[in-house]
């Protein structure tokens, strides 16, 4: 089953909605959460929609040195057009400062050169965050989409193209 954008964010808002408490017990350890989230991502739309196909770490980009945080729907059984690029930031105690520009950054990667079979890709920059300074931030970025969970305590910011 293929995912569009909007299945996916609304797996990723779903998925924050249901784990807020652990999200604040790793928010703040050493080394970021990323990893963490990307692996229970995956894992929570799996369960959830086991038809989906979500790959980690994928080797998408032109340079085979890179990897996006999640391929989105299989490329050997759709066209290019149904692929989902994403790239993920997790804000963390001791990034916060950064989190903006690295979601920046990650909104330039996925401009950049796709292999061939993914080429006319969707793509999503996809930011998860806590502090209201980053949410002010945010607030400046032009096309970024911003929900909370429904107490508030987590947001989730999204460009999609």
Avoid at 119 to 148: M, N, Q, V
Wanted: proline residues 5%.
């Amino acid at each position: 089953m293929n995912l569009t954008a909007n299945d996916f964010l609304g797996a990723v808002f779903a998925w924050a909605n249901a784990n807020v408490e652990r999200i604040a017990v790793v928010w703040p350890l050493s080394g970021g959460w990323e990893a963490w989230a990307q692996a229970e991502i995956a894992g929570y739309i799996n369960a959830t929609q086991p038809a989906a196909f979500v790959e980690r770490e994928a080797h998408v980009y032109a340079d085979p040195g890179l990897t996006a945080d999640f391929l989105v729907n299989n490329p050997e059984l759709n066209d290019p057009s149904d692929e989902i690029v994403v790239e993920l930031k997790c804000e963390s105690f001791r990034n916060w400062r950064n989190f903006v520009t690295g979601l920046e950054i990650d909104a330039y990667k996925l401009n950049g050169q796709m292999r061939p079979d993914l080429s006319g890709c969707r793509k999503i920059s996809l930011g998860i965050f806590f502090s209201p300074e980053s949410e002010e931030r945010l607030a400046e970025l032009p096309g970024y989409t911003i929900t909370f969970t429904n107490d508030g305590a987590i947001g989730i910011a999204a460009l999609a193209w």
